[in-house]
T-cell receptor, first 109, second 114 residues
Framework: GQNIDQPTEMTATEGAIVQINCTYQ??????LFWYQQHAGEAPTFLSY??LDGLEEKGRFSSFLSRSKGYSYLLLKELQMKDSASYLC??????????WGAGTKLIIKP | IAGITQAPTSQILAAGRRMTLRCTQD?????MYWYRQDLGLGLRLIHY???????GKGEVPDGYSVSRANTDDFPLTLASAVPSQTSVYFC?????????????FGPGTRLTVL
């Protein structure tokens, strides 16, 4: 079977750094995605990892360890607009996405 | 403007009624998807289509049907709505030959079944 775990909610301070973890178990793996979803809006693509290591894209970075079934999303220089839910999703052997329940990130001034 | 549109934005429906949620994309993506999103749960795949003329069942297909007559449109039909189908429904599309095969989402339809 497949399973994805991520924290339900996290709180961080404006200007700080936050790391959102995602662990998974899967029988087939074709990559791991991170999406951002503001309240009442659609998810939007942030990052994709298929090989081990760190992918950096501006203030956001994503890391993958396939052997550990582990990924994290790192957000630097937090801004109030980063308050959103962050969704971890893995692409299975059928190229379908299996989604975590999401981590609600609250940014405080 | 390129993207995905969904209609209606929201709908209140009596149980037992038939309802079709519309989804149209203009990105010429081959794959399209329907998800439902419920509080505390991840997005769950209802049905998908990898190319026009083909469809497949996702994780929660019961009570829903889809068709893919052409590349752009992927309607989702609830034949006889039940209260447990109250949810936010998202349509998405992707280019299966793209670099990441990331999915692009429509704005969603908020459906309430009473």
């Amino acid at each position: 079977g497949q399973n994805i775990d991520q924290p339900t909610e996290m709180t961080a301070t404006e200007g700080a750094i936050v790391q959102i973890n995602c662990t998974y178990q899967t029988s087939g793996f074709n990559g791991l995605f991170w999406y951002q979803q503001h309240a009442g809006e659609a998810p939007t693509f942030l990052s994709y990892n298929v090989l081990d290591g760190l992918e950096e894209k501006g203030r956001f970075s994503s890391f993958l360890s396939r052997s550990k079934g582990y990924s994290y999303l790192l957000l630097k220089e937090l801004q109030m607009k980063d308050s959103a839910s962050y969704l971890c999703a893995l692409m299975d052997s059928n190229y379908q996405l299996i989604w975590g329940a999401g981590t609600k990130l609250i940014i405080k001034p | 403007i390129a993207g995905i549109t969904q209609a209606p934005t929201s709908q209140i429906l009596a149980a037992g009624r038939r309802m079709t949620l519309r989804c149209t994309q203009d990105m010429r993506h081959n794959a399209m998807y329907w998800y439902r999103q419920d509080l505390g749960l991840g997005l769950r795949l209802i049905h998908y289509s990898n190319t026009a003329g083909t469809t497949g069942k996702g994780e929660v297909p019961d009570g829903y049907s889809v068709s893919r007559a052409n590349t752009d449109d992927f309607p989702l039909t609830l034949a006889s709505a039940v209260p447990s189908q109250t949810s936010v429904y998202f349509c998405a599309s992707s280019d299966l030959a793209g670099e990441y095969n990331e999915q692009f989402f429509g704005p969603g339809t908020r459906l309430t079944v009473l």
